[in-house]
C-alpha cells in the first residue's frame, strides 16, 4: 500500500483512520488523497498557496470525465472539512468551487432472450475435467444468481456457503453496499441450478473446511477478477460486446457484469407494466430486493423500458453525431 508523502501526510493519514472508524469504504476516497498527496508534493506546494484558485487549476489538469473528476475533488473537499473540524485550517479552499455538470449515463441493458444467451454461454465453457469442473460451475451458478436475482457481483463471490437457506431458497446478502443486509427470494429455476451445484460442491469436497458457497479451490471463493473475465468471453462468444461510447453528453456503457443487474430490475419493471400494473408501485419492493437504501435509487431504472429503447436511443445519438 502506497504511503503519502507530502507536507500534509500525517494529515491525510488522521482522516483516513477516522473515516475508516466510521466504517466507510476507504478505497476511493484514499486514491484520491493519494493523486492529491503526489500532486501537492510534485509541484513542491507550500501550505499557504491552497487557495480556490489553485484547486480551479488543479481541476483543469485532471483529464478525466466529469463524474470523475467531481468524485476527486469531493473527496478532496471532505478532507478539507475535516481539516476544519479538526482546527487545522479555518476556511475550505473548495467550499464555493461547484460541480461540473455531469454526462448522462446510459448503462447496457441485456434483453431477457441475451440474458439467457449469456448464461447458456458460461455454461458451455464448463471444462469436464476433475481439476477445471467444480470451479467453472462454480462461476457459472454466480453469473447465474448474479443475472436472476440482480445480486452485484461481489455479494456473489462473498456469500457464505451458510448464507444459502436450502429449505426456504433463499439467500442472506450481509453487510454489503451501504452497509445494508437483505433476504433474497431465489427464483426455482435457479435454485434447482443451485442445489445441484451443492451437491456436486460435497462430492468435491468431502473434508470440507471452506466457508464460501462458491469456492475455486479448497480453502479460497471465487476470485471477481477471474469472473469478469469469465463474463467477458461469454459476452463474446454471443456476439455482443460493445464499446463504451461518449456521444454529446451521454455515455452509453458497455456490458459489464453490473449490466446484469441493471437488466434485471428494468425488465422486472417491464414486466409488471406488461400485465397491466404500475412500475412505480413496485419501486419500494424491488429497492429492497436488490439492496438500494431508497426506492428514488432504483426509480433511475425507468430511464429506459427495456434494452430496445436504450439501443435505439443509441443509435439516434450516433445518426445525428455522423451528421454534425
Not at 80 to 98: A, H, Q, S
Not at 128 to 148: N, V
Not at 221 to 232: A, E, I, P
Not at 256 to 261: G, I, K, N, V
Amino acid at each position: 500500500m502506497k504511503n503519502f508523502e507530502s507536507f500534509l501526510a500525517p494529515r491525510f493519514s488522521e482522516f483516513i483512520a477516522y473515516r475508516q472508524h466510521l466504517g466507510y469504504s476507504l478505497q476511493p476516497m484514499r486514491h484520491s488523497l493519494l493523486f492529491f498527496d503526489r500532486y501537492i508534493k510534485d509541484k513542491k506546494i507550500k501550505p499557504n498557496v491552497l487557495s480556490p484558485s489553485f484547486f480551479l487549476e488543479l481541476r483543469g489538469t485532471l483529464k478525466m470525465e466529469p463524474k470523475s473528476v467531481n468524485g476527486r475533488l469531493s473527496s478532496i473537499r471532505a478532507f478539507f472539512d475535516f481539516m476544519v473540524r479538526t482546527g487545522y485550517y479555518t476556511e475550505n479552499p473548495l467550499k464555493d468551487i461547484p460541480r461540473i455538470p455531469e454526462y448522462s449515463f446510459a448503462p447496457f441493458i441485456f434483453s431477457p432472450e441475451q440474458t439467457d444467451q449469456l448464461i447458456k454461454a458460461v455454461c458451455m465453457r464448463i471444462r469436464k475435467e476433475p481439476r477445471y469442473y467444480l470451479r467453472d460451475l462454480a462461476e457459472y451458478i454466480a453469473i447465474l444468481l448474479i443475472a436472476r436475482c440482480g445480486l452485484r457481483i461481489n455479494e456473489s463471490v462473498r456469500l457464505q456457503l451458510h448464507h444459502y437457506r436450502c429449505r426456504e431458497k433463499t439467500i442472506y446478502i450481509e453487510k454489503t453496499k451501504f452497509n445494508k443486509d437483505r433476504l433474497v427470494p431465489v427464483p426455482k429455476a435457479a435454485a434447482i441450478e443451485l442445489d445441484n451445484y451443492l451437491s456436486v460442491r460435497d462430492a468435491f469436497m468431502t473434508e470440507d473446511q471452506n466457508p464460501y458457497l462458491f469456492v475455486s479451490s479448497r480453502q479460497k471463493g471465487l476470485n471477481d477478477t477471474r469472473l469478469r473475465s469469465v463474463f467477458h468471453r461469454a459476452v463474446n462468444d454471443i456476439g455482443i460486446d460493445r464499446p463504451r461510447q461518449v456521444i454529446g453528453h451521454m455515455v452509453f456503457g458497455s456490458p459489464t457484469p453490473h449490466s446484469l443487474r441493471h437488466s434485471f430490475a428494468v425488465n422486472t419493471l417491464k414486466r409488471i407494466k406488461e400485465r397491466g400494473d404500475c412500475p412505480q408501485h413496485a419501486l419500494p419492493v424491488l429497492a429492497v430486493y436488490i439492496g438500494h437504501v431508497s426506492y428514488q435509487q432504483t426509480a433511475t431504472y425507468l430511464k429506459f423500458i427495456d434494452a430496445d429503447q436504450r439501443q435505439g436511443l443509441l443509435n439516434f445519438a450516433s445518426s445525428k453525431r455522423e451528421n454534425i
